[in-house]
Structure formats: C-alpha cells, structure tokens
C-alpha cells in the first residue's frame, strides 16, 4: 500500500533534512504532481519541527509569488500520516511547486559552470535574497541544496525552515543560530550576534566559490581549518595565495 497523506498519494522521496522529509507526490482530486514536505510530529523534537513548518509557513506566505522563490500550494497544521506497513504518525506539511534538480546534483554530475551560467544563477539567487530581505527576512541556509531549478533551468531558492524576520537593529542572537555550518559566516559562530544579511551574503559567496571552481573554499566552518581561519582574520591575501597554489596542484 502507497503512503497516504490526506488526498495527496506519495510517490517517492526526493529530499530529507533533520526535521523534514520531501516526497513528490499526486493530488487525487486534481492529479496534479507537486512536492510535499511532512514534519513528523510525535517524537521528542515535535516542538522544534512544528516551529520549523510555522517558519517556513509563514516566510513563503509573506514571500509568496516571487519568481524566484518556492511557491507554496498548500498547508496543514495536523494531519496523519499513514505509511505502507500500516503505522501511522502525526504530521504537519507543505504542499509546494515541484522543481527540477538542486544545484547540487548539478555539480556533482558536471564540471564547473561557464561563466554565462555562472551570471545567470547569481542574478537570479541575488535578486531572490534581495526581495527576501526587503521584506524583512533572511534565509540563514543558503547552499546548494537549497537552490533548485524548474523546467525552464530558472533558480528558485527553497527550504525556508531556518528563516527569521529581522530585528529592528538588523541583529539577531546567537541563540537563534541555525543553517549549515560549511556555509557559516565567522561571526555567527564568534561573536554570538551577527547581522542576518550578511550571513545569507556570505553563504552566497561560498555558493558562487564552489560553483565556479567545483570546490568548497574551506574544509570546515572552523577556526582549525587554515582557510576558514584566515578568512575569519581578514587575511586575503594569504587567503588567495592558498587558493592559487591548491588549484595549481
């Protein structure tokens, strides 16, 4: 038996994280395809999980029809989830737009991007942030994985989970910290209060470093890593000169 999701039928997973799984999936009423991201609610971390669906409920609302942002289709507060073995678990979810690959499996299948390809998917990803941010908000997990295409190869920037409305000051405290730690600004992880946009800002930036040259520009978001260190002191030049020798090797 398929999993079942209110009149959505599940088809197959295509994406997970932490607090959510994304399956693509078919309205029976309508038989339209879409993406449907479940939040399973009975464990310890419920909390958590439901604040995480509220968050992204709420940032794609206000955000909602932006070219270059997700576009959600539907919501459900709670729901049950019934699986093939028969069990059955307390869930909220998104309906959303069904998109093509992330750009992550883009560049683990090809070589780095041209630079035309390379301007068009920042254009758009910087005019997404830009709208983002005029609207009060800031993502906090910019990457790869959270950039998708659609049919038309054109970016859409997904996963709105550890999103946040600034605060008046343009601050936000540590204690709000969340994303990806390869993609982590110095200051989000030192000082314990960090301005929003420039933690999207610098997340884009180590984006467009791997795009172009099929490498992380750091191992690790760490003072241990040298790269990462000397980015944190403000050392460019010894910075780029590590880079120039890596790439020669």
């Not at 035309?116 to 005029?134: E, G, Y």
Request: proline content about 2%; hydrophobic content about 35%.
């Amino acid at each position: 038996m398929p999993h079942r999701l209110g009149k959505y039928l599940l088809l197959k997973s295509v994406g997970e994280s932490m607090d959510n799984k994304v399956y693509s999936c078919i309205d029976q009423e309508t038989e339209e395809i879409s993406a449907i991201k479940v939040f399973i609610l009975d464990g310890h971390d419920s909390k958590s999980k439901f604040e995480a669906y509220q968050t992204e409920v709420e940032s794609l609302e206000l955000l909602a029809h932006y070219p270059h942002i997700v576009t959600m289709l539907g919501k459900c507060d709670e729901a049950t989830f019934l699986k093939s073995d028969g069990s059955s678990h307390k869930v909220c979810y998104i309906v959303m737009e069904l998109l093509e690959r992330d750009i992550f499996d883009y560049v683990s299948m090809t070589d780095t991007f041209p630079a035309p390809i390379l301007r068009h998917i920042l254009k758009q990803l910087l005019q997404a942030v830009s709208f983002m941010h005029s609207q009060g908000y800031v993502h906090r997990d910019i990457k790869l994985e959270n950039c998708c295409f659609d049919k038309d190869y054109n970016i859409r920037l997904c996963d709105f989970s550890s999103a946040s409305a600034q605060h008046k000051d343009g601050l936000l405290h540590m204690n709000t910290m969340k994303g990806t730690q390869g993609y982590m600004a110095p200051e989000m992880l030192s000082e314990g209060i960090y301005k929003g946009r420039d933690i999207d800002i610098f997340a884009l930036g180590v984006l467009l470093f791997t795009l172009r040259t099929k490498s992380a520009p750091f191992v690790s978001a760490e003072l241990k890593d040298r790269a990462y260190r000397l980015f944190s002191l403000h050392q460019f030049e010894e910075l780029w000169k590590s880079y120039e020798s890596n790439f020669k090797s």
